[in-house]
């Protein structure tokens, strides 16, 4: 078992006062003598998770959360550097594709989300704001991903999830690729992930990789490989 | 009393013949009078038809100018979406990357749609109501309007770890700011309500707001000719009411549905006028009787507290709410003294 709680206590407490660089510099002590991805896993991925729980429980602020996603950016920007052409790089990790759905542009929970789930190990093509539907399931088809996640902050942009939806009926792929979606909208208003098409939605984007993790475990059970 | 006598009573702490009370109409009188909110929100005649008529119906003691922020973020470039039964909002930022804050102008108040609209329907208002019932402009924070300019992530960006640029930012709104609000008040508004998001610890840190926040919106809010209402945004607020008490022309404070009455007195003392906290854009959720028992339980809450006025908290009270609702709340407040 791994002794490390008092470095995940100090990360923890520099997050939740803001400051980055002091997070970077324990980050930085703990990989020099093990490497970045064992900070990942051993001392960031479980503040996060921690993170995470606060931001359920309306316990953290706007800003730390933000700083935990920009803390995790920098850990994987140094990993993506350290790993560069070695195996570890290229070990298999598991595509999905994220978005704001077309005509939105509200793009902080997409970012957060996209930093959590690379950080949590998926291979992750963000496609940004203002994405169409076939846009997200050509993606998906291109790069073999079983779940896309879709974001969107207003009730007239999540609208267009739907035409997500009809599009992977479309192409026959509604089961095999499952939709994420999520946002402030669909906080306020929960139903509104099944109405719009959704497969499944999370409480926030600390929580989307259990959320990917459920839905890609069904599409195995519904289409296997 | 009137409207106006009721209100200053309450910010004077004087006995008046009922509960002053008001809930957040500026959408709903669309639905009153049947206008559709592409007019409503863009004609100030429309908008003043709309307002007499929940003055008429629901008769508040206050009346609101039109709560369209997104208005203000249009006239800084943001492209805005009129939708059918909700205020118009941001549809995309005008900039997305704190480097592009160069492309930023501040509009001209008195050539800008949007910003003359919201002017002309202050003055309209001010000129319909003649003093008898108060009317209260409704402004963006100019902490949280780079926030509709840029992006939430893009300002939180600029406020984390940019200085230099922030200072540059909030030179820009308080230019802007202080010009809006001042010539709202030379219309004859009474007092202007922000909802503040950018300045509550549940947003930022508290060094953020300690250092930067306070010390730009202290230099704004005393350049202005008038009493602010300061909302809490869509946050509670009883908690952190103490960040906020140095701020010049504070007239009162809008307090979160979760919000304790008894915390925030503690801290602002039994002369602050306190506003709210019946939560608004959820009314129509609940059954009307359901709406006026937690009415009830408010106003029985604060019947010792002169310095109060029932209000609804958060946005403006849904399309979808019952009128019943509303006359429901009316009913029961012939029945509080204060």
């Known amino acids: ?225 | 009393m009137t409207s106006m006598e009721r209100v200053v009573a309450a910010l004077q702490g004087t006995n008046s013949d009922k509960r002053a009370f008001t809930m957040t109409l500026s959408l709903y009188g669309a639905k009153l009078t049947g206008c559709p909110l592409t007019e409503y929100y863009t004609v100030p005649e429309r908008y003043a038809e709309g307002q007499a008529a929940v003055a008429d119906q629901c008769r508040p003691d206050i009346i609101f100018t039109p709560f369209a922020l997104a208005l203000e973020a249009q006239a800084f470039g943001s492209e805005i979406v009129f939708l059918t039964k909700d205020p118009p909002n941001v549809k995309k930022p005008f900039i997305r990357n704190p480097n592009e804050i160069g492309k930023i102008r501040v509009p001209d108040i008195e050539q800008q749609e949007g910003l003359l609209y919201l002017r002309t329907t202050a003055r309209l208002l001010v000129e319909h109501f003649r003093g008898t019932v108060p009317v209260c402009g409704v402004l963006t924070s100019p902490m949280d309007l780079p926030a509709i300019i840029m992006g939430v992530d893009g300002w939180l960006e600029m406020l984390l770890f940019d200085r230099e640029k922030t200072g540059t930012m909030i030179s820009l709104m308080s230019e802007y700011f202080v010009s809006m609000a001042n010539s709202m008040f030379d219309s004859g508004i009474n007092f202007l309500a922000m909802p503040m998001m950018f300045t509550n610890p549940r947003l930022l840190f508290e060094k953020t707001i300690v250092e930067i926040v306070i010390p730009a919106l202290a230099e704004m809010f005393g350049k202005l000719k008038g009493p602010i209402v300061f909302h809490h945004g869509g946050n509670p607020l009883a908690g952190y009411l103490q960040h906020y008490l140095s701020l010049p022309n504070i007239g009162g404070f809008v307090l979160d549905s979760h919000d304790d009455f008894s915390e925030a007195r503690k801290t602002v003392g039994q002369n602050m006028l306190l506003l709210g906290n019946l939560d608004g854009p959820s009314l129509g959720k609940i059954s009307p009787a359901d709406a006026v028992e937690k009415a009830r339980k408010i106003l029985d809450n604060r019947k010792e507290d002169n310095h109060f006025i029932f209000a609804t908290s958060s946005a403006d009270v849904a399309w979808y709410t019952p009128m019943e609702t509303i006359t429901g709340i009316y009913n029961l407040i012939q029945h509080c003294g204060a």
């Open chain 1, 1 to 225: 078992m791994i002794n490390n709680e008092q470095e995940k206590k100090s990360v923890m407490d520099a997050i939740l006062k803001g400051e980055r660089d002091l997070v970077n510099t324990l980050l930085d002590d703990y990989a020099a003598s093990r490497s970045y991805r064992t900070a990942m896993n051993e001392v960031l991925e479980p503040v996060l998770e921690e993170i995470g729980s606060r931001w359920t429980e309306e316990n953290l602020s706007l800003a730390q959360g933000y700083i935990a996603g920009k803390v995790a950016e920098d850990l994987l920007m140094k990993i993506h550097n350290a790993e560069k052409d070695t195996a570890a790089k290229q070990a298999a990790k598991v595509p999905v594709v994220i978005g704001n759905i077309e005509d939105d542009y509200h793009s902080l929970g997409r970012k957060l989300v996209s930093v959590f789930l690379q950080s949590a190990g998926w291979q992750v093509y963000d496609l940004g704001n203002d994405v169409t539907a076939e846009e997200f399931v050509d993606k998906a088809v291109e790069k073999g991903a079983r779940v896309i996640g879709v974001s969107a902050m207003m009730y007239t942009t999540a609208e267009n999830i739907r035409k997500v939806r009809d599009e992977l009926d479309r192409q026959n792929l509604s089961g095999k690729i499952k939709l994420a979606v999520g946002g402030a909208v669909f906080k306020l208003r929960p139903e509104l992930a099944a109405e719009v098409g959704g497969d499944g939605t999370a409480a926030n984007g600390f929580q989307a990789s259990q959320l990917f993790e459920k839905l890609w475990e069904e599409s195995l059970r519904e289409v296997p490989l």
